[in-house]
C-alpha cells in the first residue's frame, strides 16, 4: 500500500471507534495545553519578574550583596545592613551625569505591609514593564505630611478608600506593639495595580518617616515622641537624616559604568551600586527552580497523554486481530499492518496536539487581558510560534515511537493467526 493509503485507513480505522479515540485526542490535547500554557506563563513571568523596575539604570544602597539590595530595596523583602545618609544621598544626586534620582526609605509597615517613604520624583520616574507609568486611580499623590498613597493590594486587602485613617507601625513585623497612633495618617490616593511590589505598599513622604520618628532615635518610644503631635511636628525640620536606598536614572547610559565604580569606591561610606537588569537576572536564577519544577510536571502530563496512546492501542490488539486478518487477506503487507498502527497513533497525537493549542490561544485571547490587569504577568505572546512546532513534532514523534511496540506485535500476527477462533 502506499503511505497516503495507509494514513486514511488508520484514520478511518481510529474513528471507527469514535468513543476511544475522541478520549484519547482529549487526553493529548489538555497534556499539550497544559505544558505550552505553563510555559507561556512561565516566560510572561519571568519577563515580568525583570521588568519590575525598568529604565532605572542604577539602585544604590549601603554595602552588602547584589540580590540583598534588590531584595529590600525593589520587592521590600528581608532588611538592610545600614542606612545611608542624606549628605552621601546629595553628593550623589548633585551629579551631573544623574537625569533623576528616587529616594527610598524603609523600615515601617502597615499591618504587614511595607511602608515605603519617597518623593513625589518616585511616581514620574518609576517605570516597569514596557515603560509603563505609576498612575494614580483614586484620589491624588500625597501633599501633606501625614498623606498616604496605597497600592492596590494594600486598598483591596483592607478594604480602605480614599479619606480613611490609618497608623503606621514601627518596624516591619505583621504584628506591631509599637504604633505611631499619635500621628495617624489620611489615604490621599490608591494607585493601579502594577503587578510589582508597588501594589503591596504604602507610600508616604520622606518627611512623613521623619515626623513619626521624632523621638524615636533610641528605637524606642521617648519623652518628646509623646509631646511631639502631628500639628507640632508639621511646623520642625522635617529634613531626612538617612535613607535606605535610591534608585538612579542616568542621561547617559554608557557612563552607567563609571558612575557604578565610582559609588562602590565611594569614600565616605561603604556603598553598592548594582544594575537592575543584571541583579534580577541573578535572583531569578536562584528562584528559577520553581519554575524547572512546573515544566517538568507538565511535560509529566504530556507524558501521560502519549501513555494513554499506547495503551489504547495495546488494549484494541486482540480485538482488532479479526480486522488486521481482513487486511492482509485483501493484500495488505505485515509491513502495512506495522506502518497502519504507527501511523494510527501519530495521527491521534497530531490531531490531540493541534487541539490543545487551539484551545489554549482561545483561552489565551480572552485571558490575557485579565491576567494582565489582576496580576501584572504579560504573556509572552498570544500566537503559535515555533516552540508550538517543536512540541507538536515532539508530541507525535514520541507517539509513533511508541507506537513501535504494539505494530511490532501485530507485525508478528500471522493470518491464520488472526483468522482463527478462540475458544
Known amino acids: ?111 504587614g505591609f511595607r511602608v515605603v517613604g519617597t518623593e513625589l520624583s518616585f511616581f514620574e520616574h518609576y517605570r516597569f514593564g514596557d515603560d509603563a507609568r505609576v498612575e494614580i486611580d ?80 533610641s528605637g524606642a518610644k521617648t519623652a518628646l515622641a509623646r509631646v511631639a503631635t502631628a500639628d507640632r511636628v508639621r511646623q520642625m525640620d522635617l529634613t531626612p537624616h538617612d535613607i535606605t536606598a535610591m534608585i538612579i536614572g542616568l542621561k547617559s547610559r554608557p557612563s552607567v559604568l563609571r558612575l557604578q565604580r565610582d559609588i562602590s569606591s565611594y569614600a565616605e561610606e561603604p556603598l553598592l551600586a548594582v544594575i537592575p537588569g543584571v541583579a534580577l537576572s541573578q535572583l531569578w536564577d536562584v528562584i528559577g527552580i520553581v519554575e524547572r519544577l512546573l515544566s ?32 492482509r487477506s485483501v493484500g495488505a503487507s505485515p509491513a502495512d499492518i506495522f506502518l497502519l498502527l504507527v501511523m494510527e497513533a501519530a495521527a491521534l497525537a497530531f490531531l490531540g496536539a493541534l487541539t490543545g493549542l487551539a484551545l489554549l490561544y482561545g483561552a489565551l485571547v480572552l485571558l490575557a487581558p485579565l491576567i494582565l490587569s489582576t496580576t501584572g504577568v504579560p504573556l509572552s505572546s498570544v500566537r503559535p510560534d515555533m516552540f508550538d512546532v517543536a512540541v507538536v513534532a515532539a508530541v507525535v514523534a514520541s507517539a509513533a515511537a511508541l507506537a513501535l511496540i504494539p505494530a511490532w506485535r501485530a507485525f508478528r500476527n500471522s493470518l491464520a493467526d488472526g483468522l482463527s477462533i478462540r475458544i
Open 1 to 111: 500500500m502506499r503511505i497516503g493509503s495507509v494514513l486514511s485507513l488508520a484514520l478511518k480505522s481510529a474513528f471507527n471507534r469514535k468513543a476511544t479515540a475522541l478520549l484519547t485526542i482529549l487526553a493529548v490535547a489538555v497534556s499539550v495545553m497544559l505544558y505550552v500554557g505553563v510555559e507561556r506563563v512561565r516566560q510572561g513571568a519571568q519577563e515580568s519578574f525583570e521588568r519590575t523596575v525598568s529604565g532605572a539604570d542604577l539602585v544604590v544602597g549601603a554595602r552588602s550583596g547584589p540580590i540583598n539590595l534588590i531584595l529590600y530595596s525593589i520587592f521590600h523583602i528581608g532588611d538592610p545592613t545600614n542606612n545611608v545618609t542624606w549628605e552621601t544621598y546629595q553628593d550623589i544626586a548633585q551629579r551631573p551625569e544623574i537625569a533623576w534620582i528616587i529616594p527610598l526609605s524603609l523600615g515601617d509597615s502597615h499591618q
Open 138 to 217: 483614586k484620589g491624588e499623590l500625597f501633599a501633606d505630611v501625614f498623606d498616604a498613597v496605597l497600592g492596590a493590594d494594600v486598598a483591596q486587602a483592607l478594604q480602605y478608600k480614599v479619606g480613611d485613617h490609618i497608623v503606621l507601625s514601627h518596624g516591619v513585623g505583621s504584628v506591631s506593639f509599637t504604633d505611631h497612633a499619635d500621628k495617624p495618617f489620611v489615604v490621599s490616593g490608591i494607585l493601579k495595580r502594577t503587578g510589582t511590589p508597588v501594589d503591596r505598599a504604602v507610600h508616604v513622604s520622606l518627611e512623613a518617616i521623619t515626623a513619626i520618628h521624632i523621638g524615636w532615635e
Open 296 to 327: 517538568a510536571i507538565s511535560a509529566c502530563v504530556v507524558a501521560v497523554g502519549l501513555v494513554v496512546i499506547l495503551v489504547t492501542i495495546l488494549t484494541s490488539l486482540n480485538e482488532r486481530r479479526r480486522e488486521m486478518a481482513i487486511l
